[in-house]
């Protein structure tokens, strides 16, 4: 499964950005796509993730700014992010989940300013 994610940059505080992250390859079945994010000095956290059922998981600290959405039929997840805070600056990393193994993207860098 590869992973391909866009939508990340520098934007300022009460900003908005949309991250995307296509799969492809070998898709059999992913029972979960999500969000993770790394701050620098921090440990990897989940931000959101959504299942196949459309189970939904959203760290508290971004509800109510962060919705996630999926397109089943396209493997994409979708990650909008409204209402951004300077410690919302962090990597963010897509992932997928599919029962038996984690795949990773590549991060792509989010910053917000002050």
């Known amino acids: 499964v590869q992973l391909q994610a866009s939508g990340g940059g520098l934007v300022q505080a009460g900003g908005s950005l949309r991250l995307s992250c296509a799969a492809s390859?070998?898709?059999?079945?992913?029972?979960?796509l999500g969000w993770y994010r790394q701050a620098p000095g921090k440990q990897r956290e989940l931000v959101a993730s959504?299942?196949?059922?459309?189970?939904?998981d959203v760290l508290s600290s971004v509800a109510g700014r962060f919705t996630i959405s999926r397109d089943n039929a396209r493997n994409t997840v979708y990650l909008q992010m409204n209402s951004l805070k300077p410690e919302d600056t962090a990597v963010y990393y897509c992932?997928?989940?599919?029962?038996?193994?984690?795949?990773w993207g590549r991060g792509t860098q989010v910053t917000v300013s002050s």
């Open positions: 959504k299942t196949t059922g459309g189970a939904t």
């Open positions: 390859g070998s898709i059999f079945s992913l029972n979960r």
């Open positions: 992932n997928a989940y599919t029962g038996t193994s984690n795949f």
